[in-house]
């Protein structure tokens, strides 16, 4: 079954960016307030990708990769 996700959390952004999840969720919030968007609205992976000028098919790509599990 195909995943589908519109929202980007703080985790996607580290990953994304290589910061910390501190600076993921300072940027998350920025972008909050520059889209002027409600308190209850979250920001889309679309979104995000346009305000970092990324393509928006690789941060689907980022965002929906299955985890790998170490065997360990």
């Given at each position: 079954m ?17 910061k910390?999840e501190?600076h ?7 972008m909050?307030?520059a889209?002027?968007k ?10 995000f ?17 299955k985890p ?5």
């Amino acid at each position: 079954m195909k995943q589908h996700r519109l929202l980007i959390y703080p985790k996607d952004v580290c990953l994304i960016t290589g910061k910390g999840e501190r600076h993921a969720q300072k940027l998350l919030r920025t972008m909050h307030e520059a889209l002027q968007k409600e308190e209850h609205q979250g920001v889309t992976i679309i979104e995000f990708a346009d305000y970092m000028g990324l393509d928006a098919d690789e941060v689907k790509a980022v965002c929906l990769a299955k985890p790998k599990i170490s065997s360990g």
